[in-house]
C-alpha cells in the first residue's frame, strides 16, 4: 500500500488510521501542492487533489473513503462498525458527514483567506463559511454531551474511523484559527484525540 500525502492535508486521515491499525505501508511525502510540485501526480490522480492512495491496481482519492476502505478491508479490527452492528448507521452518518458538512466550508475558509492571491482573496466569503462550520458543530458537541473523558467517541462507546475522520475536521480547524470558538465538549474531544499514540506516530512521520 502507498498513500500519497501532504503535511495535515486530509491525508492525514488515512495515515492516522494506517498507523492505528498497525498496517505496513509506504508514505510519499510531498509539497502542497502536488500537482505543481509532485512530478507526474497527475497522471496517478487526475483531479490533483490529496490524499491518493493505492492497494494493488486500486487507486483512491477520498479521505474518508480510504479510511472506510481499510476498515473493512483488513478486518478484524476495532476500527469499523458492521452492518449487523446497531450503531451502523450512525457510524455512516458521521464518516459522510465529516467532509460535506464539516471539512467542506473550512475549506472555502482556507481559500479564501490563504491559498487565493491577495487580490482574489475573499474575507467575507471566509467568515461567512466559518460561521456555518462552527453552527454545524453543534452535532459534535451534543453528540458528547455527558460523557467522561474515557469514553469521548462518537459511536459504539468506542475508538472508531467515524472519530478519525471527525477528529480529523476539528484539528484543521486549528491552523485556520477556528478552534476558538469550540464548545467545551468539542475541545475536550479533540485533545483526547490528539494525545493517541496513533494520531502522533501519524504525524511523526510528515515531512516538514
Given at each position: 500500500?502507498?498513500?500519497?500525502?501532504?503535511?495535515?492535508a486530509r491525508s492525514l486521515r488515512p495515515l492516522w488510521a494506517l498507523e492505528e491499525m498497525g498496517l505496513d505501508y509506504e508514505l510519499i511525502n510531498m509539497q502542497f501542492p502536488p500537482r505543481s510540485t509532485y512530478p507526474g501526480y497527475?497522471?496517478?490522480?487526475?483531479?490533483?487533489?490529496?490524499p491518493t492512495?493505492?492497494?494493488?491496481d486500486l487507486v483512491m482519492t477520498e479521505?474518508?473513503?480510504?479510511?472506510h476502505y481499510l476498515a473493512d478491508k483488513y478486518a478484524p479490527n476495532d476500527l469499523g462498525v458492521r452492518p449487523d452492528q446497531a450503531a451502523y448507521g450512525e457510524y455512516l452518518n458521521w464518516l459522510y458527514r465529516s467532509d460535506a458538512t464539516l471539512t467542506f466550508p473550512q475549506t472555502l475558509v482556507l481559500r479564501y483567506t490563504r491559498l487565493e492571491p491577495e487580490e482574489r482573496r475573499q474575507p467575507q466569503?471566509?467568515?461567512?463559511y466559518a460561521i456555518w462550520y462552527?453552527?454545524?458543530l453543534r452535532c459534535v458537541e451534543l453528540a458528547l454531551n455527558g460523557k467522561e473523558d474515557d469514553n469521548l467517541f462518537l459511536v459504539d462507546d468506542r475508538f472508531t474511523i467515524a472519530d478519525i475522520a471527525i477528529g480529523y475536521a476539528l484539528f484543521l480547524g486549528i491552523s485556520l484559527g477556528l478552534n476558538?470558538?469550540?464548545?467545551?465538549?468539542?475541545?475536550?474531544?479533540?485533545?483526547?484525540?490528539m494525545q493517541r499514540d496513533g494520531f502522533i506516530r501519524a504525524r511523526s512521520k510528515q515531512a516538514p
Amino acid at each position: 500500500m502507498q498513500l500519497y500525502h501532504c503535511a495535515d492535508a486530509r491525508s492525514l486521515r488515512p495515515l492516522w488510521a494506517l498507523e492505528e491499525m498497525g498496517l505496513d505501508y509506504e508514505l510519499i511525502n510531498m509539497q502542497f501542492p502536488p500537482r505543481s510540485t509532485y512530478p507526474g501526480y497527475l497522471d496517478l490522480n487526475p483531479l490533483g487533489t490529496v490524499p491518493t492512495f493505492v492497494d494493488g491496481d486500486l487507486v483512491m482519492t477520498e479521505s474518508s473513503g480510504i479510511c472506510h476502505y481499510l476498515a473493512d478491508k483488513y478486518a478484524p479490527n476495532d476500527l469499523g462498525v458492521r452492518p449487523d452492528q446497531a450503531a451502523y448507521g450512525e457510524y455512516l452518518n458521521w464518516l459522510y458527514r465529516s467532509d460535506a458538512t464539516l471539512t467542506f466550508p473550512q475549506t472555502l475558509v482556507l481559500r479564501y483567506t490563504r491559498l487565493e492571491p491577495e487580490e482574489r482573496r475573499q474575507p467575507q466569503v471566509a467568515k461567512d463559511y466559518a460561521i456555518w462550520y462552527h453552527a454545524r458543530l453543534r452535532c459534535v458537541e451534543l453528540a458528547l454531551n455527558g460523557k467522561e473523558d474515557d469514553n469521548l467517541f462518537l459511536v459504539d462507546d468506542r475508538f472508531t474511523i467515524a472519530d478519525i475522520a471527525i477528529g480529523y475536521a476539528l484539528f484543521l480547524g486549528i491552523s485556520l484559527g477556528l478552534n476558538e470558538r469550540y464548545k467545551p465538549n468539542t475541545k475536550r474531544y479533540l485533545e483526547s484525540l490528539m494525545q493517541r499514540d496513533g494520531f502522533i506516530r501519524a504525524r511523526s512521520k510528515q515531512a516538514p
